[in-house]
């Protein structure tokens, strides 16, 4: 293929993403106009007040849709799953009951396999919120509430291909899950309940589940004499001594770095608290390593003790935070 063909084909690709994120955008601006906040408020009175879990359903391309929905809402605290259309036919009804509610999910509003579904929810009282482009559809006449999709069409040249409709469900399904969130004070450390794998669950594990804590801890009185510490810090191995009063209370750090520069013929006469930062930066037990990465990389600082008062419970390296996939 020649250098101006392939040029001409690139030019043509590009033409025709920006074609598609253009409609796409298009599907949303028209979604932005015409949500309806009365519809939309009674629907997530609907969710947030049943006593059940929330089931979302939908067939082809909204099935799929209807699967994330479903993930982000459990994922954030409302019991939520998704129940295929299909396999509801053949015994899966039994896995909603009248204590749920049904969100139930079709472009058209016409999707044969949702039959079984809607006639099961009217049959038992369990109340349907249907997704749709056509509030006149059996799924719209159907459902107690309808949350209406845009009807512009699809971004697919052929006009079948689901891409605009999909998108603006998917909008949707975020509008109600963020909605949740907000109405039910859903916090990070709720959300780091609900993941404590991967990355999400790294960034969102707690100092207390990384610290060095006991005889782990590199800990002296401020007393000390520099051969003590030198001791400490070599055996430890975390590159850091942090040195009490009295009554038990963090007054100073000592860093390997501190060391180097401070290095002279005397150094093993001095005491601890001659040398030593005073009022380091600390953190608790229960703040997030990802804040603790940040309070490290703001003040250029690899080590930080962890206080509960004033007192030392723990300390975390930033190593500790770098092995455990926060970053």
Request: hydrophobic share 40%; glycine share 8%.
């Amino acid at each position: 293929m020649s250098t101006a063909i392939q040029q001409s084909q690139k030019e043509l690709d590009r033409e025709s993403a920006i074609k598609t994120i253009d409609s796409e955008i298009q599907s949303l601006e028209e979604l932005k106009k015409s949500v309806s906040a009365e519809n939309l408020t009674a629907a997530l009175d609907m969710m947030q007040k049943s006593k059940g879990r929330i089931i979302i359903t939908g067939m082809g391309k909204s099935g799929h849709i209807a699967r994330k929905i479903a993930a982000s809402l459990a994922s954030t605290g409302t019991p939520s799953f998704f129940v295929h259309p299909a396999e509801a036919s053949h015994g899966d009804l039994g896995m909603i009951t009248e204590d749920d509610v049904v969100v139930a999910i079709s472009n058209s509003g016409e999707s044969r396999e949702l039959i079984d579904i809607l006639n099961y929810c009217k049959r038992f009282g369990i109340s349907i919120i249907a997704i749709t482009k056509n509030p006149e559809s059996s799924l719209g006449k159907a459902g107690n509430i309808v949350l209406a999709l845009p009807n512009n069409g699809e971004a697919c040249p052929l006009g079948l291909a689901p891409t605009n409709s999909t998108t603006a469900t998917l909008v949707l399904g975020d509008i109600l899950t963020i909605g949740l969130i907000e109405r039910k004070g859903f916090s990070k450390e709720d959300f780091n309940d609900r993941h404590p794998g991967g990355k999400l669950g790294s960034i969102l594990k707690r100092v207390s589940d990384l610290m060095h804590v006991g005889e782990e801890m590199p800990i002296l009185e401020e007393n000390a004499n520099m051969q003590s510490v030198l001791l400490e810090m070599t055996s430890k191995r975390l590159g850091c001594v942090g040195f009490i009063n009295a009554l038990g209370e963090l007054t100073g750090i000592l860093t390997d770095g501190d060391l180097r520069r401070c290095l002279s013929a005397d150094i093993l006469s001095a005491k601890a608290i001659d040398l030593m930062t005073k009022n380091p930066k600390t953190i608790t037990p229960d703040a997030m390593t990802a804040e603790a990465l940040k309070l490290m990389h703001d003040k250029k600082i690899t080590n930080l003790f962890v206080l509960e008062g004033k007192k030392p419970v723990g300390v975390i390296h930033i190593h500790d935070l770098l092995n455990n996939g926060v970053a």
